[in-house]
């Protein structure tokens, strides 16, 4: 077996989604961390039957969608129901993630690139990802398109950065920076020399694949996932 693990992160307005998209573009497996958080609490999904048993109804919309931030000021302000919503929706989050990768390991791809908005947050899953890879760029770029894309103020974009670790500190803990203060063809480029860094690479992971090694790794993530698409 030769497939290994990449974790892919960045942080607010950094352009994460446009590394992504370059990625996929080359056909690359990629997992998006988000994206399964927020299928899991799906009506369709055997963890929104159990959340609206035990939160009752007043927690959904009405298209009978689940309404995260009701959801979110109940269990942050309760931490036995955070508990109990993390015990709900672990197994579920780890089991789709774990499925998609073993999926693409038996499709033979020679790496996947599991996308974590807060994989530099938690120091649990990066020691199963044999690259950590970091969409970075420069403070004042950083700020200056945040104002711009959310339309936000100065104040209120410097909060949101504040908020999240520095992306100075996350670069030091990155085996590799993709760095996207310049256009899009610059980031583009580096994204191909990575790409194919990658698929030269001769390090094998295959023990760091085995199901209950990465699920273990897994669980720590969830409260922080559910704490980033809630809020």
Not at 22 to 41: F, K, M
Not at 177 to 196: F, K, M, P, Y
Request: glycine share 6%.
């Amino acid at each position: 077996s030769t497939m290994f693990l990449v974790g892919l992160s960045g942080g607010i307005a950094s352009g994460k989604s446009t590394v992504v998209a370059v990625l996929r573009e080359l056909g690359c497996a990629v997992i998006d961390a988000d994206v399964i958080a927020r299928e899991v609490v799906q009506p369709h999904f055997k963890a929104y039957q159990q959340i609206v048993r035990y939160f009752g109804t007043e927690i959904l919309l009405e298209n009978g969608e689940i309404n995260r931030e009701a959801l979110g000021n109940i269990i942050f302000s309760h931490p036995e129901k955070r508990q109990l919503l993390n015990s709900i929706t672990h197994p579920e989050i780890q089991k789709e993630m774990l499925k998609q990768i073993l999926k693409y390991f038996v499709l033979g791809y020679r790496y996947v690139i599991l996308d974590i908005p807060l994989l530099f947050e938690t120091n649990r899953l990066t020691k199963f990802m044999k690259y950590a890879v970091l969409v970075y760029c420069d403070p004042p770029t950083q700020l200056s398109r945040l104002m711009k894309r959310n339309g936000l103020s100065q104040a209120e974009a410097e909060a949101r950065i504040a908020s999240q670790l520095p992306l100075d500190e996350k670069r030091k803990l990155a085996s590799h920076v993709i760095d996207n203060s310049g256009d899009r063809e610059s980031t583009r480029r580096q994204v191909l020399r990575l790409h194919a860094r990658l698929e030269d690479s001769l390090d094998f992971l295959w023990a760091r694949l085995a199901a209950g090694t990465v699920v273990a790794g897994l669980g720590g993530l969830v409260y922080l996932l559910l704490r980033h698409f809630i809020s």
